[in-house]
């Protein structure tokens, strides 16, 4: 567990900054958006072993379907950006190279209070407004 914290104010309409670093330790990274680690609205997951992006949703502890992205604009040792805006009905990813992926807000949520930061991505800040 690289950053987790359970009092994000998230409201329809914020946009989440991250800035931070993509280490060389590992081949996935993930940042889950949510009200828990077991009610996650957004699971936001490039795979550098798939060269893919997968999206998902898990509900009460089990995965939904994911969404996959062939986009991979991600190296290694490489510092990036990703912005993502909580629309209400969905969630839209800003990738470094400006690709924008959309996620449906499959449960519903009206507020995000959970960020989790996982696996080979080194934050170095955010900002959430
Ligand atoms: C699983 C993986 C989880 C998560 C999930 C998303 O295979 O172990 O970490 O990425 O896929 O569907």
Same mark, same amino acid.
Not at 3 to 31: C, P, S, W, Y
Not at 80 to 91: L, Q, R, S
């Given at each position: 567990?690289?950053?987790?914290?359970?009092?994000?104010?998230?409201?329809?309409?914020? *946009?989440?900054?991250?800035?931070? &670093?993509? *280490? !060389?330790?590992? !081949?996935?990274?993930? +940042?889950?958006?949510?009200?828990?680690? !077991?009610?996650?609205?957004?699971?936001?997951?490039?795979?550098?072993?798939? +060269? *893919?992006? $997968?999206? /998902?949703?898990?509900?009460?502890? #089990?995965?939904?379907?994911?969404?996959?992205?062939?986009?991979?604009?991600? #190296?290694?040792? $490489?510092? $990036? &950006?990703?912005?993502? *805006?909580?629309?209400?009905?969905?969630?839209?990813? &800003?990738?470094? /190279?400006?690709? $924008?992926?959309?996620?449906?807000?499959?449960?519903?949520?009206?507020?995000?209070?959970?960020?989790? +930061?996982?696996?080979?991505?080194?934050?170095? #800040?955010? &900002?959430?407004?």
């Amino acid at each position: 567990m690289a950053f987790e914290m359970h009092n994000m104010d998230m409201k329809q309409g914020d *946009t989440l900054k991250i800035k931070g &670093k993509v *280490t !060389d330790d590992g !081949d996935r990274f993930a +940042v889950n958006l949510g009200s828990c680690a !077991d009610h996650i609205a957004l699971h936001f997951n490039p795979r550098f072993d798939d +060269v *893919t992006i $997968v999206c /998902n949703s898990m509900c009460n502890g #089990s995965w939904e379907s994911e969404q996959r992205d062939s986009n991979f604009p991600f #190296s290694k040792g $490489v510092e $990036v &950006k990703i912005h993502i *805006t909580f629309k209400g009905d969905n969630f839209e990813i &800003k990738l470094p /190279n400006d690709h $924008v992926i959309e996620f449906p807000n499959r449960l519903s949520l009206d507020k995000i209070t959970y960020l989790a +930061v996982h696996g080979n991505f080194k934050m170095i #800040s955010f &900002k959430c407004s």
